[in-house]
Structures are given as C-alpha cells and as structure tokens.
C-alpha cells in the first residue's frame, strides 16, 4: 500500500520537530490577504517581509523524476486554471535563470501528510517527506491566493503544517439515492481541497444494492431498483435506482488514490439487508424464505441475513470480490439497527443457534461479527462497525465507529479498540443547516456551522494512550431525503470545511476568523459550480401589519452578529440586485404593499449571502409557513417535498404528530383562517413506535385539519375538511372557515385529523387575517 493511503497513526512530535525554530502565530491574527483564505488553519505561520508575485511568468519546478512532485505541481496548475484562469508551466529543474519559481521537493523529517511551504519574493518552496505532504502543500498554496484574479501577491511567509487526526471523512449514502460516478469523484475532488482523506461510501442497504457483484448478478439486476414510495392512489411511479459497474468502482478508486483520498466501502450486515434479500431470498431470516421488494420505506427495516454456512459463504463471496475492487486496508460491516424480530421467530435460526450453543439474539450478532471480521482479518483487512458491534470478543484490529454519541468510542479506546466518531447528531450533516426558509429536505432540528466547527474530538477523560486509539472523526451524509446531487453538496458545504478544521488543524478555533476565511473559499465553490450552503451568512425576515404598510424587520443569525465580523445587509427597494454601494439596513423598515425588496449580507466588498427577494404584500404579515410555525411537538421532525415540490419551500411536519402552533394570533374581529395541506407518503419503518401515532380520529372519509384555540386537547373551533385535497397531487388551498371572536391575541393549533396512517398530512401555510 502506497504510505499517502495507509491511515497508520501519524507521529504529531514529528510534526512538531518539523516546526522547531518558527514562532507560533495563529493564523486569526494575520490579514485575509496574507493567507487568502486558507482552511483548514495551518499548524505554524511566520511572516516575512515582502512577497511572491503570481504571473504568467513564473515556472513551476519539480526535481527529475520525481511523479510525486511533478502531480502536486500540476494539480495546483490545474487549480490555478479553473479558479483563477493562470494556467503555469512545469517543468524539471533547470529552468532559465532570473525567473521566479515555485518548486517542489521530497525532504526527509516529515511525518506522514505534514508539509512546509516558504514564501519569499523570488522563489516559494513547498517541501514533505510524502507525495501527501507535497499534495496539500500544493492545496494551501493554491488556497494562498484569492479566487477570481489572473494572479497576485502572495504574501512572504513559512508554514509548517500538519493534521492532529489520521482519519478525517465524510461517508457518502448511495444506497437510498444513488449518484453518478461524475459526482462521486467531484466530491472526492473537492474533499482533497479540505485535506479530507476518507470517503466512507455506504453502498448497500434496505433501500438499494449499489455495487456491482460478478458472481451474484441479482444483487443489482434486482437490489438495486425499487419502486419509489407515493400517496394513495396516485399513479404507479417509476422504478427508482441505478449502481456502480466494477470498471466505475475502479476508475473512482483510481482518481481517489491521486487526490490521497482512501475509499473505504461498506457493506451493511447484519441488518440493514432487504435488498440483498429481495435478490437471493434464501439469504434471509425468515422461515419459507419469501421475497421482500426493494424497500420504499425509510427507518429501521427488520430483514436480516440468516446464519447458514450457504450464507456465510455468500458474504465471503461478496467480501472477496469488494476486496479486489478497494485496496484500502478497512472494509466497513454495518453492524448497526439490526433488529432480532426475524431471528427470534424463525425456527430455522434458533436450530442454528442451538447447534453453535447460542441462546441469546444478541449473541447471535456477536457471533456473526466475529465470523466476517476474522474472514477479513484472514485477508489483510480490518473491519470497521458502527458501535453495536462493541460486544464481548470483538476482535483487537476491530475498528469502531462511534456514532450513538461518542461514548462508543471512549469504550473503545479503554478497550483497546481503535475508533472514529462519527455521532448522531453533533456529525449528522442530514440535520438542515438553519431554520432560514431556503433549507432543503432533511431533519428538521438544526445542526448549524458553528455547531459542526465547534464539535471537540478529545475526550478528557482518555489517557494519551487511549486517546492514540481514536483515530480521527467523520460527518454522515445520510440521503434518505438528498434526492439530488446538488442537494448533497448543500448539505455538506460548508460543513465539511468546519469538519475538516476541527480534524486536520492543532490550532485554537477562532470562528471569526474562521468566517472570515469562508468568504474566499466561496469563491472557489463558485468557481468549480458547487451549490453550497449560505446559511451562516443568510437574512431572515420577519413581516408585521403596521396601519397600511408592511413593518419589515431583516436579521442576521445570532451565529454570525455575535462573531462581530462587521458584516452588514445590503438592500435595495427599486428591483435592482444589492451591491456594497446599496443602502445598509439599520432599522426596521415601514414599506408599502408591492415593494420588491432585495437585501444580501456583505463582508466588506464582498457579498457572502445570496441575494433574499420579496415583494411585500399584505399577506406577508398574516401567513406564516410551516417552518415558522411551532410544532407541537418534534419527535420525528422532518423537511418534507410535496409532489411537484422542488421549486418551493419543504414542508416541516413531525411524523408523529402533524400539528402546529401559530403564536399570538390577533381573534378580536372574528378573522378567518385558511391553510394550505398535501399528503405525503407514509413510508416510515417505525416498529412499535408507529402504534403511537393518533388515527382514526377523523369525521369525514378523508379527515381534516382541526383548529382549536389556546391548547391542541381544547374543542376544535373549525374544521377544514381534507376532501378537496385528498385526490390531488402536491400543495391545495382548503376553502377558509370562520373563526369565534376572542378578545386580544390567542395560540391557535392546527392539527390533522385522519383515518388511517397514509397519506401523511403536512401543512404548507396557515393563514389567519386578522
């Protein structure tokens, strides 16, 4: 295995030796021009005078021979190409004398990816023990210089740079929305650009069997297609799927292996197994063996693989073949949510169980793991589990990753396992990244960029020995509802910036700067047509009734006022797009009805939001959505699309319970209330859970939506009946009803009352003008 891919601990007092004789000086206090933006933070930075102009004229060197240096030059070449449009020569040394150089060279006493770049007017010098180290040199070199000019100044400096964690990753979920193999090597493009260096790739589960197994043809002729869940009634969709050839699978892991990502696969057993099941029943767990589908559902499936020697060696057969396509030392196992319902009941695996001397189902589970994982170990390999597999006789090169929080790693690490963390919610990136209107499907409590840059790996309560067994950390793009690739990206940036500092950067965090330094790579995001997220940076208004006029009301994120950035919102009132010259907004504003209103956010001259667009009217003040009502409750909070949804806001619906709060509604006059509903598909494995969600309550054939006055539990005051919507697809208007007049301002609640669990109802808007 090539050294830039094995994940062997790295030595941080080599890192450190590397970094003897430089004056530490935290990247928080140096100007934005003279790092232009670099994330993750350096380890060391120490400025000198003077700097390095970037032209058309200068070459890039590399000693003859040397692959590694010549792909780190050529890659920051191609950089420089695509973000500032300065394509550089390279060559070997020996270049014309009197022109300005940027050279790459191998030195010995680096560990492992660590690198030293120094800056001076005439010549900058990136220097690494590994082709890693030059590769990420080559990246903050690249990052040195702002986005857009055809060259530029680069300020005169020496960094030492190096990661505090092995292991930093992002695990990618193509088993419940499958992407192309183009995007998957993007992803991975612009991981690199993050000195991120695992891809963990989820590539088979319930909802689908993404990679292609020569010996097995059905696990995808079959596994990977189903048919896409849909309200009732409505037409037969299409069948939804698609999966990775050997040849993608080896061309992935080639582009991979040049940007010192390691792709590690895994293959969830043993739950998590309905595709696999759908396409040889005899896998399974149930008695009969019958064939399931594909799942549409979404949650905790309960078919599992059975413990028949003919499977086992079904999985071995699997594993054989994975192994052939993925060079990295781990191969991932699941292990996780494996539910023993199939197991119990079937008589067939209680025989099996009796004859290995097994009497508990846990047990079972046990036993299963330490089958595959020592069939690994017999090969070269380590297993990786998600943290159901911390069981008596987990094997010492068991490797667990810790996502119930991050007790599974620190028991772990005492054990004498390794670990990563990888928990639910604290590295979830299907949490929405804000409660801004613009947030895409996912779950509805919010997991912010500050909340990810803020997340702390070292646990206190581990000795340095133990700490050297949690080997870095991960974020989960869990895609149940990232129906798209733009959607994944958005998820993920700038998230993975924030993850990719807190694993790759000893520094202090300063999220000020760290803000600061965002700005920049934006750009590069722009550059390269990426659809990130602009949350941090994002306005949200607020619309009162004021007399004949809209009182507008705009506001930054508490995360980003408190980071006192001085970042200001820009606006404008005549429909022309804001710029840094535009009005700055310092107090509420008082506009007349069919006023366009566009304001951004502003770092300087630099716009870091996206331009918010509204044309004010009346009912701005009195219809609120989903997203800004209350939910009564969040025990399973989701963003939810409609059918025919993607141009408009998710809805935001507690599985649960669909019912909502509108605070402080003014019934003195006797107003009327309208709302706007749609069914959505009941696709939720649930288990017992599912027995507490309240049906059957409903009037009429098709239910309504309640409203009740001061308390959910109060007589409903109105009925809004669900027939004109109950055949339709997408977003209806229910007719408008009458509410009692009340003196003063009142919470209303509006709840859905159905017969039956599917559709689920979400509400889009509730209107009550006053």
């Known amino acids: 295995m090539r050294p830039a891919l094995s994940l062997v601990r790295q030595s941080r007092a080599a890192v450190q030796a590397a970094a003897r004789g430089f004056a530490l000086a935290l990247i928080a206090a140096l100007p934005l021009a003279a790092h232009g933006g670099v ?20 070459v890039l060197r590399v000693p003859a021979g040397d692959r590694d240096a010549d792909a780190a030059a050529r890659y920051l070449s191609d950089l420089w190409t695509r973000t500032n449009g300065l394509t550089l020569p390279v060559g070997a040394d020996g270049a014309r004398a009197g022109s300005r150089t940027i050279e790459f060279r191998r030195r010995p006493g680096f560990g492992g990816e660590a690198y030293k770049i120094e800056v001076a007017p005439r010549r900058i010098l990136v220097t690494a023990g590994s082709s890693a180290g030059l590769f990420y040199g080559a990246v903050t070199l690249w990052q040195l210089l702002p986005a857009g000019a055809a060259g530029g100044d680069i300020h005169a400096q020496t960094i030492v740079d190096g990661p505090r964690y092995a292991w930093r990753g992002l695990m990618l979920d193509s088993a419940r929305h499958f992407q192309s193999p183009a995007f998957v090597k993007s992803m991975i493009d612009w991981m690199a650009w993050h000195k991120l260096n695992v891809l963990h790739w989820h590539l088979t589960d319930d909802q689908g069997w993404r990679l292609e197994i020569k010996r097995y043809p059905r696990l995808t002729s079959v596994g990977s297609w189903r048919i896409p869940a849909t309200v009732p009634g409505a037409a037969a969709p299409k069948p939804y799927g698609g999966y990775y050839t050997q040849e993608e699978v080896r061309s992935i892991v080639a582009f991979a292996a040049t940007r010192h990502v390691q792709v590690i696969p895994e293959i969830d057993m043993p ?10 029943p005899e896998i399974g767990a149930i008695d ?21 020697p003919s499977t086992f060696e079904f999985l071995r057969n699997v594993l054989d073949e994975v192994m052939q396509l993925f060079p990295s030392r781990f191969v991932h196992i699941g292990g996780d949510e494996a539910v023993k319902d199939q197991w119990k009941s079937s008589a067939s695996v209680q025989a099996r169980a009796a004859q290995l001397g097994i009497k508990d189902a846990e047990a079972l589970q046990t036993y299963f793991t330490q089958e595959i994982s020592g069939y690994l170990t017999s090969k070269g ?57 613009g947030e895409p499907p996912g779950r509805l409590a919010v997991l912010s960029l500050k909340d990810m840059y803020d997340f702390e790996p070292r646990d206190a309560e581990l000795t340095p020995a133990q700490q050297q067994h949690v080997l870095g950390l991960q974020a989960e793009l869990w895609t149940e509802h990232m129906q798209t690739e733009k959607r994944v990206e958005w998820m993920a940036l700038p998230r993975a910036a924030a993850l990719a500092e807190v694993g790759w950067s000893s520094q202090p965090r300063n999220w000020p700067d760290f803000l600061r330094r965002l700005a920049p790579m934006f750009a590069r995001y722009r550059a ?23 009182r507008v009301t705009l506001a930054n994120l508490p995360e980003l006022r408190d980071a006192a950035l001085g970042a200001d919102i820009r606006y404008t009132l005549d429909g022309s797009d804001p710029t840094a010259a535009s009005t700055r907004y310092r107090e509420a504003l008082d506009l007349a ?7 951004a956010t502003f770092l300087g001259a630099e716009q870091v939001s996206r331009t918010l667009s509204s044309r004010v009217s009346a009912l701005s003040a009195v219809r609120r959505s989903s997203n800004q009502l209350e939910l009564c409750g969040n025990a399973v909070g989701l963003l939810l699309e409609p059918a ?85 697809d997408g977003v209806t208007v229910l007719p408008a009803k009458s509410l009692p007049a009340s003196a003063g301002r009142h919470d209303v609640c509006v709840r859905f009352a159905r017969p039956r669990l599917d559709p689920l109802w979400a509400l889009d808007w509730a209107q009550i003008e006053e």
């Open 288 to 308: 009969g063996h019958p064939s399931p589908p594909v799942s549409s559902k979404w949650g905790v499936n309960p078919y599992l693989f059975n413990l028949e």
């Open 644 to 728: 025919g949804g993607a141009s408009r806001a998710p809805l935001a619906v507690d599985i649960m319970n669909p019912c909502w709060i509108y605070r402080g509604a003014d019934l003195s006059q006797g107003p009327r209330i309208s709302a706007a509903v749609a069914p959505l598909p009941f696709n939720y494995e649930l288990g017992m859970d599912a027995a507490h969600i309240r049906v059957g309550d409903a009037r009429t054939p098709e239910g309504e939506l309640e409203v009740h006055i001061d308390g959910c539990e109060t007589p409903a005051v109105a009925l809004l009946p669900l027939a004109p919507a109950a055949m339709r």
């Open 271 to 280: 739950g998590h197994a309905q595709a696999a099941v759908a396409a040889y």
């Open 381 to 437: 390999r380590r297993a990786v589990g998600w943290d159901e597999i911390m069981q008596p006789g987990l094997a010492r090169d068991a490797v667990v990753m810790s996502w119930h929080g991050t007790a599974g790693a620190r028991a772990a690490a005492i054990r004498g396992n390794d670990a990563i963390l990888a928990p639910d919610p604290g590295l979830y990136l299907d949490h929405r990244q804000s409660r801004l209107a």
């Open 593 to 599: 009805a069919g006023t366009e209103l566009r304001a």
């Open 528 to 550: 390269f047509n990426l659809s990130y997220a602009d949350s941090a940076f994002g306005i949200e208004p607020d619309f009162a009734a004021d007399g004949g006029r809209i």
């Open 39 to 58: 994330i993750p933070a350096p380890l060391k930075v120490e400025l000198a005078a003077g700097a390095f102009t970037v032209d058309p004229t200068v």
